[in-house]
C-alpha cells in the first residue's frame, strides 16, 4: 500500500520542495530564482496527455522545466523534455529552461543536440552525487552542537542529504537528515517544509512497516516545534493537558500541513482529528 503511495505522489516532488528549490538551484549554479509554479499538466504534438514534475515561472519572467530522474536519460526521456519545452514555449511564449535534477550521474552535463535544421535544444543536468553527504553531516551537526541558525543553503543542503554522495545508503542518510532536522535551530515554517518532503521520502526509502512508523514518530517529532507555532503559554497548556491548548494546537498545526500539501491521512493520523474536524479546517483552508 505504501508503495502505490509513494507512486502516486512521487511527482509531486518539487511542489513539495519548491519553497526551497531557489536554494538547490543557486547551489548549481542556475542564474534565476521560481517566483511562482506553473499548471504541470500538458497536450503534447500528438494529443497525448501527460503531467510533468515542476513547471514554474522565473524571476526574469522564462520559463523553467524541472524533471527528477535517477535512471539513465534514454532517447524517449529527451523527446518528452522536449515536448515539455515546446508546450511551455507556446503557451507562455517566454524561453523554457529544462533542467534535470539527477540522482544518478554522477557529474553535472549539458546536452545540446541539433532536433530540426538549425534549431538546437539544450537539457541541463545536474548531478546531486556533485555534493558531499557527509561533509554536509559533518557541517550540520557542528551547527546544530553549537546552537546555531541554519543559513538557508544549509536548510537546502538538509531537505537534499538523502541523494548526496555519501559512504551511508539513501535510507541512513534520510534517517540522518530527519535527526539533524530535530536538532536545527530554524524557523517554523523551514522545519515543515523540510519535514513534508521527509515523510515523502520515507514512503520510499523506508520499506519495513515497523521502522516506517519509527521514522514518522521521528519527523512528526522535528515538525511540531509547539513553543515556535503558538508561543509559550499555548505550550504550557500543552503539556499540563488543558483542553484549549491542546485543542488550538493540533488546528494550527492541521492547517499549515495542509497548506504544505500534505496528504489528508498523514495530516490527520499526525493531529488526531476526526473526518469532522478535519474537514472544517480544510474549508477554512482553501476559502
Known amino acids: 500500500m505504501k508503495k502505490q503511495i509513494w507512486k502516486k505522489l512521487k511527482d509531486?516532488?518539487?511542489c513539495l520542495l519548491y519553497p526551497g528549490i531557489n536554494t538547490i538551484l543557486e547551489k548549481f549554479g542556475f542564474p534565476y530564482k521560481i517566483v511562482r509554479p506553473c499548471p504541470t499538466k500538458i497536450i503534447t504534438y500528438d494529443g497525448k496527455e501527460?503531467?510533468?514534475d515542476f513547471f514554474g515561472q522565473l524571476d526574469n519572467e522564462d520559463i523553467i522545466s524541472l524533471e527528477a530522474h535517477s535512471t539513465a536519460i534514454r532517447k524517449e526521456d529527451k523527446e518528452k523534455f522536449f515536448d515539455y519545452a515546446c508546450y511551455m514555449s507556446t503557451k507562455y511564449r517566454r524561453k523554457v529552461h529544462t533542467l534535470v535534477l539527477s540522482t544518478h550521474y554522477k557529474d553535472n552535463d549539458e546536452l545540446i543536440f541539433n532536433w530540426h535544421?538549425?534549431?538546437?535544444f539544450t537539457i541541463h543536468y545536474k548531478s546531486f552525487k556533485t555534493l558531499d553527504?557527509?561533509?554536509t553531516i559533518n557541517n550540520i551537526s557542528l551547527k546544530n552542537k553549537n546552537n546555531e541558525e541554519l543559513s538557508k543553503s544549509e536548510i537546502g543542503d538538509l531537505r537534499i542529504l538523502t541523494f548526496m554522495k555519501s559512504k551511508r545508503s539513501p535510507k541512513e542518510l534520510?534517517?540522518?537528515?530527519?535527526?539533524?532536522?530535530?536538532?536545527?535551530?530554524?524557523?517554523?515554517?523551514d522545519k515543515l517544509h523540510t519535514a513534508v518532503l521527509q515523510s515523502f521520502l520515507a514512503k520510499k526509502f523506508v520499506t519495513d512497516d515497523e521502522e516506517y512508523k519509527e521514522v514518522m514518530k521521528m519527523i512528526e517529532k522535528s515538525a511540531l516545534d509547539f513553543e515556535g507555532i503558538l508561543g509559550r503559554r499555548d505550550k504550557i497548556y500543552y503539556e499540563e493537558g488543558i483542553e484549549e491548548g491542546k485543542i488550538r494546537i493540533k488546528h494550527q498545526i492541521a492547517k499549515n500541513l495542509i497548506?504544505?500539501?500534505?496528504?489528508?491521512?498523514?495530516?490527520?493520523?499526525?493531529t488526531k482529528l476526526n473526518q469532522k474536524e478535519y474537514e472544517k479546517l480544510k474549508q477554512q483552508c482553501s476559502k
Open 12 to 14: 509531486k516532488y518539487f
Open 117 to 120: 535544421n538549425n534549431d538546437w
Open 259 to 270: 497548506k504544505e500539501g500534505l496528504d489528508d491521512e498523514t495530516i490527520k493520523r499526525i
Open 174 to 189: 534520510l534517517i540522518k537528515s530527519i535527526e539533524l532536522t530535530c536538532h536545527a535551530k530554524m524557523n517554523e515554517t
Open 50 to 52: 501527460r503531467r510533468a
Open 133 to 135: 553527504g557527509d561533509k
